[in-house]
């Protein structure tokens, strides 16, 4: 790997170093309690772990809580409405099974992500898969899952329905934007990929002229998401994350913010195993960039972050020397409120 320019925000938590400090913590220790222990027994030393089952399980808890539920009669279709805005309009007839329409109640779920915290707490980072494979940022209007159910039975989607946004100001509106989808079941991770199916502005109900909407043609059930890719005029570079020790690809997450594009948040989903740091694989994040690194895991049932702003320069190495734990609530607030 050619020479990189390293970030170390406190060069005395690198892992070198720490390895060195656990070293000769370690033989203090030994050292300390051997004259207690009886001749041939064991000295167990119990550090917590960050916990990569618990931390997707949380994700997965997350999604499950977001869904809101309506009931509509299949004969008849109708319009949900969502608390944060979001419309779907479904035709009548349009619910089905193996192609033929169902008849009676049908169950109508609805996920609306609009803002930061949903987007890393619902673990739907807005990066894009492009045609050949290569990924990029997203920035995303607002990423939606919408499914239906009778009883126990998923239902297909017969006739497209309308989705049309909440309101956003006239000013903010994003000419660029088009749809993306990822998935089909509530838990689907796969990265957003670009629809054909046209994104529409329209002048939102009672506010002509100061808020408009977006609105798309949804063909299938699942996720789906208003975005564009993210552009940026300049040169580019790659980005590694340079964790505490113990961390790895499994047991934690760590996401990119770009600042003050609100909604462009990329999951750093790469682990370098012979550098033990994160990066993002596709080497494209703007030199002079200000952007925000998050970090979350999950110990002993307690949820931990590290969070920290840093301009990007050409070979870029961010170092997260600790977490510290805190409350989802309170973290939400946080990320929130970034630039």
Not at 46 to 53: F, K, R, W
Not at 97 to 118: C, H, R
Not at 267 to 286: A, K, Q
């Amino acid at each position: 790997m050619k020479a990189q320019t390293q970030k170390f925000t406190n060069l005395k938590n690198s892992k070198v170093v720490n390895r060195i400090l656990k070293n000769v913590l370690g033989l203090s220790i030994i050292a300390i309690f051997s004259s207690c222990v009886p001749d041939g027994g064991d000295i167990e030393i119990y550090e917590p772990q960050p916990n990569g089952t618990a931390l997707n399980n949380r994700f997965e808890n997350n999604r499950a809580d977001a869904i809101e539920e309506f009931t509509l009669d299949a004969a008849t279709g109708g319009i949900i409405t969502g608390t944060q805005g979001t419309k779907v309009e479904f035709a009548a007839n349009s619910f089905g099974i193996s192609g033929s329409p169902v008849t009676g109640n049908v169950t109508v779920q609805l996920i609306e992500i609009y803002d930061k915290a949903s987007i890393v707490f619902n673990n739907k980072s807005t990066l894009g898969e492009r045609i050949n494979g290569d990924k990029e940022a997203l920035k995303s209007a607002g990423e939606f899952f919408i499914n239906a159910k009778q009883g126990a039975n998923e239902l297909d989607l017969l006739t497209a329905a309308k989705v049309t946004s909440r309101n956003i100001d006239l000013a903010d509106a994003d000419f660029g934007m088009g749809l993306f989808t990822a998935g089909e079941d509530l838990n689907d991770t796969e990265d957003w990929v670009e629809a054909e199916e046209e994104v529409k502005i329209n002048e939102a109900d009672g506010s002509i002229g100061i808020s408009v909407t977006y609105s798309f043609n949804l063909g299938n059930f699942g996720w789906s998401n208003l975005d564009r890719w993210y552009s940026f005029a300049g040169p580019k570079t790659q980005l590694f994350v340079d964790v505490p020790e113990g961390y790895n690809g499994d047991n934690c997450a760590v996401y990119l913010y770009y600042d003050n594009e609100d909604t462009a948040i990329a999951r750093m989903d790469t682990w370098n195993e012979d550098e033990e740091m994160f990066t993002e694989h596709y080497g494209l994040i703007p030199i002079g960039l200000e952007v925000h690194i998050i970090m979350v895991a999950e110990i002993d049932g307690q949820l931990h972050y590290a969070m920290q702003g840093t301009t990007m320069v050409d070979n870029h190495i961010e170092l997260i020397s600790s977490l510290i734990p805190i409350t989802q609530s309170e973290l939400e607030v946080l990320i929130n409120n970034l630039p």
